[in-house]
């Protein structure tokens, strides 16, 4: 049976997005068979997804469908309440509980947060779902705006009630609390609820989560979005309702703040519109028009004819009535606002002991090592010590998107190549947070480096027939210019390929950096995170036919690259022949590649030639291959040839749903990875991590 944990919030909007998003991430560590149930959800949410739900179930990618995630509406619960028909209810909600405790590890029960017109039976059938589900309880309140006093008396009542069902609390955790506050809140609440010391959290409050974003603002206010359709998701931290003349309301300007103005104030809403194109006045969030008002004719025509015009909503409240109604429009973390899903990952991962709470309510069984705790392992790893990555695709949408939670998480110290002004002009046009004095950016074209880079590159290649114009014509080429830098040591390593192909990427890196002292060839591998394991296969991406002598090299190298990420190597030499069973010049050639690294390696658990079946399962291993120390429980795959390496990891990340991170280059004397040009920013990241990882193992060669 699985392991829950049952949340009650003990007021709307008191935080149970941000805490869910904490807890999954924790668990996740320990077991990818995670699911969410919230017993009775809004009505709305039956049509248009709740937006808890919605966001758990994409962000953490869980193998859950959203119907499944609930039992039944507002509306369904009232009409069996209404019929006195309580214990069907009770039981609806069990039997949707337990059709996912039988499928997963863990289920996170989100309890129901004030859509019912009666809090007191809400809050009563919370403790009796609590109680028949056997579920320990956390319960959530915000401080915002509360007395210390006031807090403790919510939750010692609330903790009262639910042990006297025999329920037990496992954690009380407070919210929105001021920042200068937190301290001396939590001190007050721990002596208030005789609590130790960890058994409750208090969250502070914070701008960013606090603040709206646009589209949030349309919905709410039930406005119509004008301009700006495609920057819905810029935030408002500041409401500035302007009045005066323009000369005098400029200055005030702040990032991200919000206008209000009548909307018959042409001159506001155009010079508003021009000063956040300006480099001199600071990015706005958008502008309200009120008293519903539209720009007029002349005033359209012209708007229509400018590119990238920030958010403009028009609502029929007059100007005080909607600055009035903005400052109660309700923040929300989902999908779309992955900053505010970093900031409280962050958040929580500060002031939630998860190891701390898992002990107070039982060890969560992990069924295998979920993708979720390897991901998480290599941002760790990367940031325990942070090395310089160049991205040559500075300008490139998805680079600067995976550049602003690669500086938020501080997996790696970012220099990307570009235009400066171009980047910046993006940055503020696209509306994210990347705080650009956290990157270096360097344009190639006007770098005091060109030309030693370039005379360094004629040096290493006038052999070859390079000239010097040839290698200044060359190192204008990002690629060439950013594995340069890696070469020189000005970077430790290099990811592109976004914008890019992967020969583009390669070619720079053996002409320039070149490959490792005994090895003779540059390899790939993926790190193909299944549901219960990582699997590491080489090569899928890089080499069409290797030699023996090539894939023996693969296969250590593969194995060096396991062992570098926590995977214990135990390497299978893949075949359509397990053993001595059969023969033929390919089989030949595997087996082959395994005696010579045996030879060259002996210190590896490797086998080969092996059959895929015989390698991953063990019920096959022990017929085809008994007493192996690797068949049935092989951790590296490598494939006898690209064909087969590149159909199977796409077959098996199609099928199964897993995550592939790759191609990961090995056998390069500094780290230069490649992308995908379909690459996701999660792919973005998770590869500069990688890169970040390598840099930190990788010795200094002595330069050429």
């Known amino acids: 049976m699985a392991r829950s944990l049952y949340l009650v919030p003990m007021e709307r909007h008191a935080g149970t997005s941000l805490l869910s998003l904490g807890i999954l991430d924790y668990v996740l560590r320990k077991t990818r068979r995670v699911a969410v149930f919230r017993p009775v959800i809004r009505d709305e949410a039956a049509l248009r997804p709740d937006k808890t739900i ?3 179930l994409s962000h953490f990618r869980l193998d859950q469908a959203y119907r499944a995630s609930y039992a039944l509406t507002a509306s369904a619960t009232d009409e069996l309440l209404a019929h006195n028909r309580y214990d069907q209810l009770l039981n609806q909600i069990i039997a949707a509980y337990q059709h996912l405790a039988r499928r997963y590890d863990f289920v996170l029960c989100l309890g129901s947060d004030s859509h019912h017109e009666a809090p007191h039976f809400e809050f009563n059938l919370n403790v009796e779902l609590a109680r028949s589900l056997d579920s320990p309880v956390m319960l959530l309140t915000s401080g915002q705006g509360r007395s210390p006093e006031d807090v403790a008396g919510t939750l010692r009542q609330a903790r009262a009630a639910f042990r006297a069902r025999g329920c037990p609390v496992v954690g009380l955790v407070v919210n929105k609390v001021e920042p200068a506050r937190r301290e001396e ?8 609820l005789e609590l130790d010391d960890g058994q409750i959290v208090v969250l502070p409050a914070d701008p960013v989560l606090a603040s709206p974003t646009m589209r949030e603002i349309a919905e709410q206010l039930n406005g119509e979005v004008l301009y700006g359709h495609n920057q819905l998701e810029r935030q408002a931290t500041r409401v500035m309702v302007v009045a005066m003349q323009m000369e005098h309301y400029l200055d005030r300007l702040s990032d991200h703040a919000l206008l209000v103005t009548p909307g018959d104030r042409g001159d506001i809403l155009l010079s508003a519109v021009l000063a956040n194109h300006s480099a001199n006045y600071p990015t706005l969030a958008g502008i309200v028009l009120t008293a519903d008002q539209r720009p007029s004719a002349v005033l359209t025509r012209l708007l229509d004819g400018l590119e990238e015009i920030p958010p403009v909503i028009a609502v029929a409240s007059d100007t005080y009535e909607a600055a009035t109604e903005l400052y109660h429009v309700k923040s929300y973390i989902t999908t779309d606002t992955p900053a505010k899903i970093e900031l409280g990952l962050q958040l929580c991962a500060q002031f939630i002991d998860g190891p701390a709470l898992e002990r107070r309510y039982g060890e969560v069984e992990p069924r295998g090592i979920s993708p979720r705790l390897f991901l998480y ?17 500075g300008s490139e949408e998805r680079i600067l998107r995976a550049s602003a939670i690669l500086v938020r998480e501080q997996i790696a110290e970012l220099m990307l190549l570009g ?3 171009e980047i910046r002009s993006l940055v503020n046009r696209l509306g994210f947070e990347l705080d650009l004095r956290q990157v270096t950016i360097i344009d190639p074209a006007s770098s005091p480096q060109l030309e030693t880079y370039s005379e360094d590159l004629y040096q290493l290649r006038r052999d070859r027939g390079l000239t010097r114009e040839q290698a200044r014509d060359l190192m204008l080429d990002v690629s060439y210019f950013g594995t340069m830098m890696v070469y020189l040591g000005h970077a430790d390593g290099m990811v592109s390929g976004a914008v890019h192909t992967t020969a ?13 002292p005994g090895i003779s060839i540059v390899s790939s591998v993926f790190f193909m995170c299944l549901e219960d394991r990582v699997l590491v296969y080489g090569d899928c991406a890089i080499n069409p036919k290797p030699t023996a002598e090539q ?3 693969i296969a250590i190298a593969s194995a060096d690259t396991a062992r570098l990420f926590g995977i214990e190597p135990r390497v299978a030499m893949l075949s359509y022949s397990t053993g001595a069973s059969g023969s033929g010049e390919e089989v030949e050639r595997v087996r082959t590649a395994a005696e010579l690294a045996r030879a060259r390696r002996p210190d590896l658990l490797l086998e080969g030639p092996l059959q895929y079946d015989a390698a991953v399962d063990e019920d096959v291993a022990r017929t085809k291959m008994p007493g192996s120390q690797v068949a049935g429980r092989a951790t590296v795959l490598i494939f006898p040839d690209l064909n087969t390496g590149n159909n199977t990891y796409k077959a098996v990340q199609r099928e199964t749903g897993s995550i592939a991170i790759g191609p990961v280059l090995q056998g390069l004397n500094k780290p230069v990875n490649d992308l995908s040009r379909g690459c996701s920013v999660e792919d973005i990241v998770n590869t500069v991590a990688i890169t970040a990882i390598q840099a930190q193992e990788t010795p200094e060669p002595a330069l050429a």
């Open 54 to 56: 919605d966001l758990l």
């Open 185 to 192: 809140v939590q001190m007050a609440l721990t002596h208030d």
């Open 377 to 393: 392992n290599l941002a760790q790893q990367a940031r325990a010590n942070r090395r310089r990555i160049v991205l040559p695709e």
């Open 419 to 421: 235009d400066p002004q």
């Open 504 to 516: 583009h990427t390669i070619r720079p890196a053996l002409q320039i950096i070149k490959t490792r």
């Open 551 to 553: 894939l023996a090299d």
